[in-house]
């Protein structure tokens, strides 16, 4: 039987599937080396360890959640690149997981890839809210607030941290309308 040849780009791409499949607490190297159909000592060729496994699957989760949310802000601006970007944040941690939990809660210091991508992510926001009219000496903060607001609405909601007695996706657009407001009203 042939050996299975495996880069570091099929390591990363089968731990992902594992923390969509099971979380972040069943991330192991066996797991994916078995996802891999190879033996874990395979994998030590092309990460560091758990540790190195998991700063790689933060990078790559990080990076395809902001490719994500810049994909959705094309051709828009302000109320509506919000709406897109809120809708693509929530789509992303339905669909994908467990890479919206290592993308949101990393595990471990940031390296600077995943730094990077977090500026990206946070230049983003700020585009958004100038959009909607706020100055520029206001709007670092102004995406900061925003951005907050809306990945922690999510956090709740994939976590089931709300009530469902109401239709969340309501609560949702209630929260982008005050986020709205909030930045109009800020203008002034």
Same mark, same amino acid.
């Given at each position: 039987? =042939? ?20 979380? %972040?607490?069943?991330?192991?190297? &066996? !797991? ?13 060729? *092309?990460? /560091? ?6 700063? %790689?699957?933060?990078? !790559?989760?990080? /990076? +395809?959640?902001?490719? &994500?949310?810049?994909?959705? =802000?094309? =051709?828009? &601006? ?15 941690? =339905?669909? *994908? @997981? ?11 210091? @940031? +390296?600077?890839?995943? +730094? /990077?991508? #977090? ?10 809210? /100038? ?15 925003? *951005? %907050?607001? #809306? ?7 994939? +976590? ?13 657009? *209630? ?8 930045? !109009?009203?800020?203008? %002034?």
């Amino acid at each position: 039987m =042939a050996k299975q040849r495996i880069d570091s780009g099929d390591v990363t791409d089968a731990a992902l599937d594992v923390l969509d499949a099971n979380g %972040s607490d069943d991330l192991t190297l &066996s !797991k994916v080396a078995s996802e891999l159909g190879v033996q874990s000592s395979a994998l030590y060729n *092309h990460v /560091e360890g758990l540790s190195g496994l998991r700063q %790689s699957v933060a990078l !790559k989760a990080s /990076e +395809t959640l902001e490719i &994500s949310l810049r994909d959705a =802000a094309i =051709a828009r &601006s302000g109320r509506d690149a919000l709406w897109a970007v809120g809708d693509s944040y929530r789509r992303f941690a =339905a669909e *994908h @997981p467990g890479q919206f939990e290592a993308a949101t809660l990393l595990f471990g210091e @940031p +390296t600077p890839e995943i +730094t /990077e991508t #977090i500026t990206s992510i946070t230049e983003l926001f700020v585009r958004i809210v /100038e959009g909607i009219g706020v100055t520029e000496d206001r709007a670092l903060d102004d995406a900061r607030a925003v *951005h %907050s607001a #809306i990945r922690g609405f999510v956090i709740l909601d994939v +976590t089931r941290g709300f009530d469902r007695s109401a239709d969340v996706d309501d609560s949702f657009d *209630h929260l982008l309308e005050l986020l709205v407001r909030g930045l !109009k009203d800020d203008r %002034s």
